[in-house]
């Protein structure tokens, strides 16, 4: 079920200038909807363009290649490093 079919019992409130409120107010009539499904479809838009925008992972191709090195070639594991490892076993065989 989608955000738009559930209903709805949050409310979100913000103010406007009169500028602002027509410019919502003609782009919601030009597309045959009311104004607060315009703006809560378009709010909803840009939050997930924002959020997918900040989750994606973005390499230069110099930084790809080293991270694909990395995975193929993982350097040995140093001291710090088998400690955890013998720490982890450790804790989890109790």
Sequence with gaps: MNIV????AERV???????QKELLER????????????IITS???AAADTIARHELLQL?????RA????????PAPNEALRAAAARYRTA???
């Excluded at 991270?67 to 193929?72: E, S, W």
């Design 5 to 8: 079919t559930r209903r709805r």
């Design 60 to 64: 230069s191709p110099q930084d790809q």
């Design 13 to 19: 409130e913000a103010r406007v200038t009169s500028e």
């Design 43 to 45: 709010a909803q838009e």
């Design 92 to 94: 989890r065989a109790v």
């Design 67 to 74: 991270f694909v090195d990395a995975l193929l070639n993982p």
């Design 27 to 38: 782009a919601a009539a030009l597309e045959g909807r009311s104004m607060t499904d315009f």
